[in-house]
C-alpha cells in the first residue's frame, strides 16, 4: 500500500501564498504521476493540478498562472505552491498519486486525507 501525507494548508488572507505538501511512502515500485484536486462544501471534487512522470502538468483554468505544481523524486514529494489565493480557493486539498506497488501489479490511486485551505479576512 502507499501512504500519503499532506502538509502546509491553514487560514490565509487574500492575495495571500501557501506551499502544501504531500509525501508518499510505503510499498512503492514507480509513480506514475502526482497532483492535487480540491473540495469545497457543497461541490464536487475538481482536479487543481497534476504532475506526470514525464514532467507535463496540467492546470484548472481557474488556478494557471497562480498555482505552480512540483515535484521531488528523491523524497517522493508533490508541492502545490499557491501564491495570489482568493476566498474561491478556499476548500480541503487532496492529494493523488498514481503508482505501482511492485513490478506485476497493476498501478493504482491513492489519496490523502485532505488538508483544509481557508482564504478569509
Known amino acids: 500500500q502507499v501512504q500519503l501525507v499532506e502538509s502546509g494548508g491553514g487560514l490565509v488572507q487574500p492575495g495571500g501564498s501557501l506551499r502544501l505538501s504531500c509525501e508518499a511512502s510505503g510499498s512503492i515500485f514507480m509513480i506514475v504521476s502526482m497532483g492535487w484536486y480540491r473540495q469545497a462544501p457543497g461541490k464536487e471534487r475538481e482536479l487543481v493540478a497534476s504532475?506526470?512522470?514525464?514532467?507535463?502538468?496540467d492546470y484548472a483554468d481557474s488556478v494557471k498562472g497562480r498555482f505552480t505544481i512540483s515535484r521531488d523524486n528523491a523524497k517522493n514529494t508533490v508541492y502545490l505552491q499557491m501564491n495570489s489565493l482568493k476566498p474561491e480557493d478556499t476548500a480541503a486539498y487532496i492529494c493523488?498519486?498514481?503508482?505501482?506497488?511492485?513490478?506485476?501489479?497493476?498501478?493504482?490511486?491513492?489519496w490523502g486525507q485532505g488538508t483544509q485551505v481557508t482564504v478569509s479576512s
Open positions: 504532475l506526470t512522470n514525464g514532467g507535463s502538468r
Open positions: 493523488t498519486v498514481r503508482a505501482y506497488n511492485s513490478p506485476t501489479n497493476a498501478w493504482g490511486d491513492y
